[in-house]
T-cell receptor, first 112, second 114 residues
C-alpha cells in the first residue's frame, strides 16, 4: 500500500518562511501533489512534482527527491490567510496508479 | 469556486438509514473521485470513475456504492448507516485520468448520523 508522513502542526509568524515536509512509501510512484484546505472548506490544488527538483508558483514552491522518497512545500512571505491544513498526496499503488492517496495533513497556524 | 457541485450540503439522518450524495463535475471533466474526511482526519479515498467506468477503488465499505452516469454526474450511496459514517464527503473531478491531473474538489456534503 501507500503511506505518507507529514508533521501534524506547524506554527510561524507573518512574513516568515515555513517548510512542510512529506515522506512517502509507495509501490509505483507517479508524482507528489500538495493541496490546501481551510477549515471546513474544499481542498484546493497547489502543486505537482513528477520529477526531481523545485517547482515554483508565486509564494509557494514544492520540491521532490524521488531517491529519498521525500518532498516539501515551502511557503514564503507568510500571510494570515495561509493558515490552513496542507496535505501531500501521491499517486501509485499496486492496484491502481490513478488512486491519489493523501497524508494526514499539516495544520499551519500563522501568527501576527 | 471549483465548478464541482455537491448536493446536499448537509444531511442529518438516523442509524440504519440510506442516503444518496450527488456530485456534478466541472464542465469537461471526465473523472470523478469520492473522498471521506472524518473529524480531524485526512482524506480517505473511496472510489474513482472515468467516463462512466470504475477506475480505482479504495477502502470503500460494502455498504457504500457509487456510480457515474452518462451525463458524467456521480452518486454515492451509503446504506445501513452507522454513527461512524458521520463525516464530510467530498467529490472531486479532473479533466482526464493522467497522473498529473489536479483534482478539483466540491464543497462537500456533511453527513451526520444520529
Amino acid at each position: 500500500g501507500q503511506s505518507l508522513e507529514q508533521p501534524s502542526e506547524v506554527t510561524a509568524v507573518e512574513g516568515a518562511i515555513v517548510q512542510i515536509n512529506c515522506t512517502y512509501q509507495t509501490s509505483g510512484f507517479y508524482g507528489l501533489s500538495w493541496y490546501q484546505q481551510h477549515d471546513g472548506g474544499a481542498p484546493t490544488f497547489l502543486s505537482y512534482n513528477g520529477l526531481d527538483g523545485l517547482e515554483e508558483t508565486g509564494r509557494f514552491s514544492s520540491f521532490l527527491s524521488r531517491s529519498d522518497s521525500y518532498g516539501y512545500l515551502l511557503l514564503q512571505e507568510l500571510q494570515m490567510k495561509d493558515s490552513a491544513s496542507y496535505f501531500c498526496a501521491v499517486r501509485g499503488n499496486p492496484g491502481s496508479a490513478r488512486q491519489l492517496t493523501f497524508g494526514s495533513g499539516t495544520q499551519l497556524t500563522v501568527l501576527p | 469556486d471549483s465548478g464541482v457541485t455537491q448536493t446536499p450540503k448537509h444531511l442529518i439522518t438516523a442509524t440504519g438509514q440510506r442516503v444518496t450524495l450527488r456530485c456534478s463535475p466541472r464542465s469537461g471533466d471526465l473523472s470523478v473521485y469520492w473522498y471521506q474526511q472524518s473529524l480531524d482526519q485526512g482524506l480517505q479515498f473511496l472510489i474513482q470513475y472515468y467516463n462512466g467506468e470504475e477506475r480505482a477503488k479504495g477502502n470503500i465499505l460494502e455498504r457504500f456504492s457509487a456510480q457515474q452516469f452518462p451525463d458524467l454526474h456521480s452518486e454515492l450511496n451509503l446504506s445501513s448507516l452507522e454513527l461512524g459514517d458521520s463525516a464530510l464527503y467530498f467529490c472531486a473531478s479532473s479533466v482526464g485520468d493522467s497522473y498529473n491531473s489536479p483534482l478539483h474538489f466540491g464543497n462537500g456534503t456533511r453527513l451526520t448520523v444520529t
